[in-house]
């Protein structure tokens, strides 16, 4: 007998997480190749990817690992990031997620793998929890409207510049915003303001505006509330004086603090802007965490970023949907209001949550229990002697301390608590909804004084500023009220999820998306304490673990990518743009090239190229798309030559947004680096590119990902996202910078893009992860699988619909564009039809209409397996029959099931008057009665709600109608 021998190191390896992740296994790849007509996947790369950007070389990346040893890895770096009691503040607080709200929501699959609401009728549960956001945010800030979420405090207040100056009466004149602003929202503003020619002028204005800035005339006023001091003033006399002068006023609010102090809005401002971390969310070393915005009702219509609003649906029942979808930078380019389109939906989700956890009271209570200790150290403090700087503050102290600031901060932190240090003399420190007695005693010890809290609990009055205590009411619709026990909390998020689809139910094909797995192992130390309690602005030696993570994760991307070197910090694809372009325009304006802002974009670009074009101050020039879905090279050599010399850059997808790998893409690098510009390749169809080309090699100068779509960041219902940019070595000493974390950037950087340094820091966990655990070769395998299967897909419905574009042998690259222009023509059917009876096969629809009007985007991603493919296949096919009895006359134009999509449990009921049967409606071929995935809603009326502006929760006659 031969004795059989396999070598521990195989078997310890196991299955390789890659076989996870990619969807199709070996038997399914070879079925889908013979429909392709390839014998492998890289015989079928080898065709579809032009010869000139192939890389010769397997990815320099360290090889793959198992799940098991990803994690212990984590651990490890985890290990060496040290979680200190944090009463640094800034904008950033120690925060208790409450526990329902942590595993149901944000380690939940079926609210984190959900797209972004655009198919509102699969998107009810997610509409609804950004209209409680939305609810909260507005009565909190006492301004009627606000918007879903925007990507940060300091990013929402350069956003607030932006609006002012939009909408102001005011046309030239300073942006003026007072010294007591949050630093980094200042620097963020600084970056914004630069390239759009706007001037920022700092200013006390305690005592007013001064009059040397009044005469230069002031488009808009920014105040934090309470200031970063932590000083509380009454605002209202400069929010007066500033409207004398025309100005739009701005207040950068603390939610927690308006629970207790009178409202921005009642204060007289136009615009509210802020973070809502620590309404229940992680600081995660500084993101992701929810921005807001809320604006008085005139400025409704211009808010940046999306807006969810009530509208109805096909049976005049009550319905979400986003509104206002006009104002998508899809629409309006260059014109747009503002470039962000993944936004942060799923922390607003949190955030909304929290408040319907906690109610008003409970939000009241937290804010009392925060101020009181900051009363309480206060008290203690100046008993001891130590100068407060102010005398009225919500949770945050500056202490003077001539000389011994940093002996100050540096034994609280031998303590265990991290103070903020202002300068040689001052001291600040916030408290929030985590900090204990400990901690006070911890921080007048580290002052060298000593008190007893008792004592002082027992006379000490609380502080607020009898002239500002709130009085309205606010959060008194049911939703803050009903979910008090966890048993309904626990329902009521359920009940919310259950009305979505997201991947935990089927296929998302939506093209240039990448809606892919997320697996749980790099989802996991998400939440872990060790990367979501490390402050932003913490020492950097408490975050070595993270350092290590993020220099890691900067290295392997610039490996992929071809370039040299990568910045983390932008928290959105569209800001890894802006971040890009500026890093463009700093280059020519070292080199002298100041007239050089002409940016070339393709009609056929990504929204958000051209919005961040005209912020990073450049001038956006349309090249024109040829006939067969490529850049027109004639077009393109004409613009060029017109605006040879002030050619700043030309900005191209690649593959196209046509998902076509274009043949000529190194000869038109070279022709704009011929005329002086920079090419910029928006790197957000990278999936299609991992270990076979690398943009920075054939002939890009900058790109951005996103790290949301290839690698594996959950969408979060419309965000998270991470943007990194990624820039040539002479690009780099423009990258992103930070002022409060020197480390984070080059000291001749554009500034920040982000309020935070590494920008969303606590999610890169999950691109580290997907790195690590696929290796180059799995990474490369992953990129062949997905052009395999949009290949597939392309071959399996172009007899039934026609495929708009190919490249090379006919083959598109990760995605595919379906055409239903002829087919609309002929029988009425339009795309809107086709994606909403997709809901009733149980499917999330593809892209609708872009980059082309009135075709489907289709990108399957490698996690799709066959059997899922296979499923969606066959339901396009019996669509498109459905569409024949259309054009057969055998269903009327107007009553037919395309028409009628999607039907809902409810539509069932009653007389039945159509000419198809229930059974055609809900169960049509492949649907199983036992999972069909039933909509809460017929298809929703959204010009109706657009006209009708509704953007809080209805009122209290219509809850539950
Ligand atoms: C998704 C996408 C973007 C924008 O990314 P966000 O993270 O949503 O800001 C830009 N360009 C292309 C081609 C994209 O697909």
Redesign the pocket.
């Known amino acids: 007998m031969t004795a059989h021998r396999t070598p521990l190191s195989e078997l310890e390896r196991g299955t390789p997480f890659e076989q996870r992740h990619i969807g199709p296994d070996a038997e399914a790849q070879a079925k889908m190749l013979a429909q392709v007509g390839y014998g492998s996947l890289d015989e079928l790369t080898a065709a579809a990817v032009p010869d000139v950007i192939k890389s010769a070389e397997a990815l320099g990346l360290p090889e793959a690992r198992t799940e098991a040893e990803v994690l212990a890895e984590l651990r490890g770096l985890a290990d060496r990031n040290t979680v200190l009691t944090p009463m640094i503040g800034l904008g950033y607080y120690g925060t208790f997620t409450p526990p329902v709200i942590l595993r149901n929501v944000m380690e939940n699959p079926a609210w984190y793998t959900a797209y972004t609401p655009y198919q509102p009728e699969i998107s009810q549960g997610r509409l609804e929890a950004l209209l409680n956001f939305q609810t909260m945010v507005a009565e909190l800030t006492g301004l009627p409207t606000s918007g879903a979420s925007l990507l940060d405090e300091g990013t929402a207040a350069a956003e607030a510049m932006a609006l002012s100056r939009r909408i102001g009466k005011v046309r030239n004149g300073v942006f003026l915003v007072d010294s007591d602003v949050l630093p980094q929202t200042l620097a963020v503003i600084g970056t914004r303001a630069e390239p759009t020619g706007v001037e920022v002028v700092t200013a006390d204005l305690s005592q007013g505006i001064p009059d040397s800035v009044a005469e230069r005339g002031v488009f808009g006023v920014l105040l934090q509330y309470p200031g970063a001091s932590g000083a509380i003033r009454d605002l209202r006399p400069v929010i007066e004086q500033a409207h004398a002068l025309g100005a739009v006023v701005t207040v950068a609010a603390d939610l927690l603090a308006l629970t207790l102090l009178t409202s921005p809005g009642e204060l007289g401002a136009d615009i509210a802007v802020g973070t809502t971390q620590r309404f229940g969310v992680p600081m995660g070393f500084g993101g992701p965490h929810a921005g807001y915005m809320a604006v008085r009702d005139t400025f409704a219509r211009s808010l940046p970023g999306r807006l969810v609003g009530v509208s109805v649906d096909a049976d005049g029942d009550k319905a979400y949907r986003l509104a206002l979808q006009t104002r998508e930078q899809h629409i309006r380019r260059e014109k747009a209001t503002s ?4 936004a942060q939906v799923l922390l607003a989700v949190m955030a909304g949550m929290y408040a319907v956890h906690h109610g008003p009271e409970g939000l009241r209570t937290i804010a009392r229990r925060t101020h009181r200790y900051a009363s309480l150290l206060a008290a203690g403090l100046t008993a001891g002697g130590v100068e407060l700087v102010h005398g009225s503050y919500f949770d945050t102290l500056t202490a003077r301390v001539p000389g011994r600031a940093a002996e100050v901060v540096a034994a609280a932190r031998e303590g265990g608590v991290n103070l903020h240090l202002v300068d040689d003399s001052h001291v600040s420190l916030a408290c929030d909804e985590t900090t204990t007695r400990a901690a006070l005693t911890t921080v007048w010890a580290a002052f060298g004084v000593e008190a007893d809290i008792e004592a002082l609990d027992a006379t000490v009055a609380d502080t607020l500023p009898a002239a500002l205590l709130r009085e309205d009411e606010y959060l008194h619709h049911p939703v803050f009220h009903q979910h008090r026990s966890e048993t309904a909390m626990l329902r009521y998020l359920r009940r919310l999820a259950d009305r979505d689809y997201a991947l935990d139910r089927g296929m998302i094909p939506l093209g ?3 809606m892919k797995l997320n697996a749980t192992t790099e989802m996991e130390p998400v939440t872990w304490p060790e990367f979501g309690q490390i402050h932003p602005f913490a020492p950097v030696d408490q975050a070595a673990g993270y350092l290590t993570l993020i220099r890691e994760l900067e290295e392997r991307l610039a490996e992929v990518t071809g370039y040299d070197k990568v910045s983390l910090q932008p928290n ?6 802006l971040a890009g372009l500026l890093a463009v325009r700093a280059y020519h304006r070292a080199n002298g090239d100041e007239q050089r802002t002409v940016c070339l974009i393709p009609s056929s ?5 051209a919005a961040s074009a005209v912020m990073a101050g450049m001038k956006v020039v349309v090249v024109k798309t040829a006939d067969d879905g490529e850049i027109d090279v004639d077009d393109l050599r004409a613009k060029i030559e017109k605006h040879r010399a002030e050619l700043a850059v030309l900005m191209i ?1 690649y593959p196209s ?1 046509h998902g076509v790998f274009e043949e000529h893409v190194a000869d038109i690098c070279a022709t704009v680096h011929e005329a002086g510009g920079q090419v910029y390749v ?1 790197g ?2 990278l999936n299609a590119l991992v270990g076979l080309a690398k943009p920075g090699k054939f002939g890009g100068d900058v790109s ?1 990902l ?1 790290l ?2 290839t690698f594996c960041i959950p969408h979060g219902g419309g ?1 998270p ?1 991470v ?1 990194p940019v990624a820039v040539r070595e002479h690009l780099a000493p423009y990258l992103p910078n930070h002022p409060l974390q020197p480390t984070a950037g080059p000291r001749t950087g554009v500034g920040p893009i982000s309020a935070a340094p590494w920008g969303s820091a606590g999610i890169l966990p999950i691109s580290w992860s997907y790195v690590r655990l696929m290796g180059g070769a799995g990474l490369k395998r992953a990129t062949q699988v997905a052009v395999l299967a949009a290949n597939y897909i392309a071959k399996r419905l172009e007899p039934h619909y026609p495929v708009l574009y190919t490249g090379p042998a006919g083959l598109v690259a990760h995605e595919c564009i379906v055409d239903l222009r002829p087919l609309s023509k002929a029988t009425g059917v339009t795309v809107d039809d086709i994606a909403k009876r997709l809901i009733d096969y149980g499917f999330h629809a593809p892209t609708m209409s872009f980059p082309v009007a009135g075709t489907l985007m289709i990108e399957p991603t490698e996690s799709e397996n066959l059997q899922e493919i296979d499923r969606f296949c066959a339901a396009m096919i019996a669509i498109r029959q459905e569409v024949e009895k259309v054009a057969s006359g055998e269903w009327p134009a107007e009553d037919n099931p395309l028409r009628n999509a999607p039907h809902t449990a409810a539509s069932l009921g009653g007389e039945w008057e159509h000419p198809y049967t229930r059974q055609e409606a809900v169960f049509p071929a492949g649907v199983s009665t036992a999972d069909k995935y039933w909509p809460p809603v017929r298809r929703i009326d959204g010009a109706f709600g657009d006209r009708n502006l509704v953007c809080s929760c209805p009122p209290l006659d219509e809850y539950g109608s």
């Open positions: 470039n962000i389109c993944t240039s998306c990448t959105a694809g569209s800001q890894g743009e670009a990504h929204g958000t190229n997808t947004t928006d957000a169809n951005h996103n949301h779509k965000g996202g943007g």
